[in-house]
């Protein structure tokens, strides 16, 4: 197709082969799965995928790629849906959920689509997303490492998330700038902060990594923490040495 790829919309389209293959193996889709591409381009995953999943949907913003897509005779079944994924409801889609998500997504949205994830998790069981390969470390980060930080907190209390592999910037038209990371993405059974503390429980996380080389005691100063909290944590630590699941205490 001659279609000028678009940067607004993070259009990297990608062209090799091999990697396809690699996607399609680490996502390992079954005849029983029901499968939502985010921003399928032109397709070149989307046809592949097809032929391995019991119903497939995607869902993409430009209006071009759209009424390609509608026409492209390998992809014929698929539900193309034209939109923005981030006011997509996963289930108001013509397939029925539970819902394997798959998507070479812009990276300027990456963030959003994870809370979109994150608030829509009932509807999904896996996730495989493509990312930027320093945001795939912080996804995946362990606690006390460099890369361990608000975005690890902040989703890790909701997801488990597991970089698969990385991939560099050749595989791609037009070639991006950046490393990117395959990851794949499981919602935990329970997660470790109810919903409605949600919001308190980002401004804790933001407000501790905001000063990264300080101590609790000083950067969570306005929170009101109960003592008996403070002191099984220790508020003398300094953010990036608290887990998860001790920020989860926080809140
Ligand atoms: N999947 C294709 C591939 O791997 O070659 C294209 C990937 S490209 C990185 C990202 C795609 O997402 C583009 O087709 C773009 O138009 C689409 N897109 C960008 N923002 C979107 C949004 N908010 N909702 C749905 N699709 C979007």
């Known amino acids: 197709m001659k279609h000028f790829a678009k940067k607004k919309w993070g259009q990297n389209f990608l062209i ?14 079954k005849k029983s799965d029901n499968l939502l591409e985010i921003g399928p381009g032109e397709g070149a995953l989307t046809e592949r995928l097809l032929p391995l999943v019991k119903e497939m949907a995607v869902i993409e913003i430009d209006p071009v790629l759209v009424e390609y897509l509608r026409d492209l005779d390998p992809i ?13 409801d996963l289930d108001k889609l013509p397939i029925d959920p539970p819902i394997k998500v798959v998507g070479n997504i812009p990276y300027n949205i990456t963030s959003p689509i994870l809370f979109w994830l994150i608030e829509q998790r009932q509807y999904w069981k896996e996730a495989f997303l493509m990312v930027q390969k320093e945001v795939g470390d912080r996804l995946s980060a362990e ?8 975005l690890s907190v902040m989703t890790g209390v909701f997801l488990e998330v597991e970089k698969c592999f990385n991939i560099p910037p050749e595989v ?11 990851i794949k993405i499981k919602r935990l059974e329970k997660p470790l902060i109810a919903d409605d503390h949600f919001d308190k429980f980002e401004k804790i996380v933001r407000a501790a990594f905001s000063k990264r080389r300080k101590m609790l005691q000083n950067s969570l100063q306005s929170f009101n923490i109960p003592k008996e909290v403070q002191d099984s944590i220790d508020f003398r630590r300094r953010p990036e040495t608290l887990s998860i699941a001790e920020f989860a205490e926080l809140v």
């Open 172 to 182: 791609f038209v037009p070639r991006p700038k950046v490393d990117s990371a395959f």
């Open 76 to 88: 014929k079944g698929v539900h193309v849906v034209h939109g923005d994924v981030l006011w997509q």
């Open 16 to 29: 090799d082969p091999n990697l396809l293959r690699k996607i399609i193996r680490t996502i390992d889709p």
């Open 143 to 150: 606690v006390g490492t460099k890369s361990y930080g608000r």
